[in-house]
């Protein structure tokens, strides 16, 4: 397989959550690169994988409809203007020391409405824990940590938050080698609909507009309204084609 090219737009798929979205192991995953020539390319000790590619030879197979968070979500499923208010429930931050994370993802939780002291406690505890977080890096600068461990808070306690760091964050090896300083942390509000938020998020950094609008320092309300409709005109450009 070819590397990876430093300058492309190309959006790569980490082992965990291919095996995540088809309900395999990672097991199952390596198996079918191995033997099944599954299309992925190494990145040092890492497999990655390249979304439409790996769509393309699930359909040869019959596999496609179980893609999970690789197939475009149908709103009952999650809704990219759903995203804004959770955007506006987690917030925008800006400037950002990496050396800060920690603390920042637990003010961020705090933000969560509804729950009662005992399980906010234990929410912080599971994401203070060593591992904790855990962050899936998506290309061109950008990586959506979340809680390592799947919860079930209800449909009402989920957020995102879209932090810009001072400098790159040294946690994370980002598959395009653009070092990562831009982060979209969420919260689902169920196990069922992780991998389907996990979709949405990196398709509305995949439009490229959110990155724009950030590198030309849109304000708090241009980035909610870009965030909102991103995912959406990605969507439809795929649709499209």
Known sequence: MNPINKA???MYINLIQIAESFGVSEQVVTEWVRREGMPHVHDRDRILF?????MDWAARRGLAGL???????????ANSRELATLLTRGGIW?????GDLDN??????????GLSPTVMNLLIQRISAPGGITSAPVGGGFALPHPAMRIALGEACA???LIQLSGPWAG??????IPVTRLLFFISPTPRLHVNMLGLLARSIASGQLTQAMDQGADDAALLEIFASCAEKHSAAEAGR
């Open 8 to 10: 492309s737009a190309v």
């Open 50 to 54: 390249e979304r439409s590619q790996v």
């Open 67 to 77: 893609g999970g968070f690789l197939l475009e979500p149908t709103p009952s499923q």
């Open 94 to 98: 800006r400037d950002i020391a990496p």
């Open 104 to 113: 920042l993802f637990q003010r961020i939780v705090r933000s969560l409405p």
């Open 159 to 161: 957020l995102t938050a």
């Open 172 to 177: 994370i090896q980002a598959p395009d080698k």
